[in-house]
């Protein structure tokens, strides 16, 4: 996202034009799905724990809400745009169209970097968010969930605050939240194994036996540690993981050829998914540039951190054993990475495919929230296996049908659903 000329918003667009315009859409309706129906900027001041007033900048924007309340994460970070939060704004409508669950799109952010916060400043800023745009939205408006650098605990904060204004118990305001306080079992894994159950899919259509296989994960955390789990109980092997270094300010690449060994990275790593590198070093990871994740020599990569990772200049350096990318992150490859690995005929699982996952457990909690019974871990991620395999084998159909890649068919399915909900009623 701090990419210079990097513009994810931009994107997001160019990728719904070119669908729009193969799907011979009309007019009217390519100009109301290619920008935001609405957004929110505003201010947050906090009082920082030496006194000082701090003024922090946040944002929601609400892309669309044809299939039902618009849905969608709140980020945490310091590189934090409106760009970017209009492009995640859109690829949340996408996610919950392809997956068939009755939501729309929206995102939020706050230009803020958690490391050099304290637990009770970001709390301050959770609360303040919500004072700033709690009367747009809420459970049948607008949903928030964590994101990049948000948590369950920041969602509780967030509801407490929604709770207290609107001077009741709502739930549903919010998704993503602790166990025992509203939330779901799977929640947390929701997104990860998401990723996972993509890639089973995926890897049976292609021939191949996933427990054969080994993976290069970019990213540490949530999403990233949840996948690997997984992949690691289907008996997939990663062989290296990168994460960003707070004190550095750059990513690095933990090496192991054996496999890397998910409980003990976990031990050494913080809650921002930064793994301590002399930790790594005494268990015998040989540590690399961040960048390195891209050429390893393995069978899948899941580019789990953030937008912008496989670009015009790396994507030359995928390793030509690669043959399959699980898009964990929102927004990880440009249009221009993608045309080169469609010519390598490189499968791709589309991000808003790839980590659905996530947001299906959010409308999940919701649909418990709101009866206020609540199903077992099995149940949960029963019923989110079932989700998932569907969506899969619905783009894939088309992709062979079309002859198109997955992201094209998986924008074409999503992109349909929402413009047909547009037409039935009655807006365009
Ligand atoms: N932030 C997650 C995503 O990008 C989950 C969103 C949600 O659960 O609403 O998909």
Redesign the pocket.
Known sequence: MAEKGFNAYHMAQTQFDNVAEKLEMDQAVRALLREPLREYHFLIPVRMDDGAFRIFKGFRVQHNDARGPC?????FHPQETADTVRA?AM??TW?CAVADIP?GG??GGVICDPHDLSMREQEALCRGWVRQIYLNVGPVQD??????MTSGQHMLWMLDEYERLSGGKYPGFI??KPVGMGGSLG?TEA?GYGVIYHTREALKDIEMDISKTTAAVQGFGNVAQYLIELYNQYGGKVRSVSCWDQQEKKAFTFIKKEGVNLPMLRGITDRFGSINRTKAKDLGYEITAGEEWIDQNVDILFPAALENSITGTNVESISKQVKLIAEGA?GPTTPEADTVINGRKITLIPD?LA??G??????F?QVQSNMNYFWSRDEVLGKLDEKMTMAFHAVLDLSKHRDVPLRESAYMIAISRVAEACHMRGWV
């Not at 949903?143 to 990049?148: F, G, L, S, T, Y």
């Not at 996530?358 to 409308?363: A, E, H, R």
């Open positions: 849905k969608g994460g709140i980020r995640l690829w949340m996610k939501l929206g995102k949903v928030p969930a964590p994101d990049v998704t993503g929640r997104t929102n808003f980590n659905a996530g947001v299906t457990c959010s409308y909690e």
